[in-house]
């Protein structure tokens, strides 16, 4: 079967794999980013310079690589992988996030897809993050962590303020099995606040893990 373009359903070859060039070519890239957080800039910033939000609180995370924005056709087809079940969508998301490795740090020795709390993963039936993940594992040959779960739903986090999503999400995650790794990279779909990464990011860190990083496939603005 010839592979089709995730978004306009043209025929790909073997090297365009699921997104066809120009469609990719159109993807709403970010250009200029802070390091540590993914927050789109105006201009690039030097190298080791983080955005004013990074740079006025400490993070525990590392780098962020969030490439694109979170808008048209990127929203839609994550709310088709995750709402309508539309799986094809993970394989080609999978593969821009297998072309972003090169920007993180070189010693990840392991990846964590954000667990979903077992009621919501029951409901949709798969994690839409361990689905991005599996590219990921099997071409830059890396593990896949297990053992880390969802305390409980954080249902309606998109309407609330900052500072309530920090309440709810507080040891929002229990670590079943201790990570015997140095450097945990963690895997979203997107990232809104970033509070969610570094809650998680927090958990790992209390339970030995040295440096924690985030590769997400969009940044919302
Ligand atoms: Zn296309
Ligand atoms: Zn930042």
Redesign the pocket.
């Known amino acids: 079967m010839p592979l089709r373009c995730v978004f306009c359903g043209t025929r790909t070859d073997r090297s365009e794999r699921r997104i066809c060039s120009g469609c990719c070519r159109d993807l709403p890239w970010i250009e200029n980013a802070?390091a540590?957080?993914a927050?789109p800039l105006a201009i690039d910033l030097p190298r080791g310079v983080?955005?004013a939000?990074?740079q006025a609180r400490p993070s525990p995370i590392q780098t962020t690589v969030a490439p694109l924005l979170y808008e048209f056709p990127v929203d839609a087809g994550l709310k088709a992988l995750k709402f309508g079940r539309r799986l094809h969508y993970a394989p080609a998301f999978g593969d821009i996030l297998v072309a972003q490795m090169p920007r993180l740090p070189a010693n990840i020795d392991a990846l964590l897809p954000v667990p979903l709390h077992w009621q919501r993963q029951a409901f949709r039936g798969f994690n839409q993050a361990l689905e991005l993940c599996k590219p990921l594992a099997s071409q830059w040959s890396l593990p896949i962590m297990t053992g880390i779960a969802r305390r409980r739903a954080t249902p309606f986090q998109s309407g609330l303020a900052a500072s309530q999503r920090r309440k709810n999400l507080r040891r929002a995650f229990v670590v079943r099995k201790m990570p015997r790794f140095q450097h945990v990279l963690i895997v979203d779909d997107v990232v809104t606040t970033g509070e969610t990464t570094r809650q998680l990011a927090m958990a790992l860190i209390r339970h030995g893990v040295k440096k924690v990083s985030v590769l997400a496939v969009a940044r919302a603005a």
């Open positions: 802070c540590r957080c927050e983080l955005c939000a990074c």
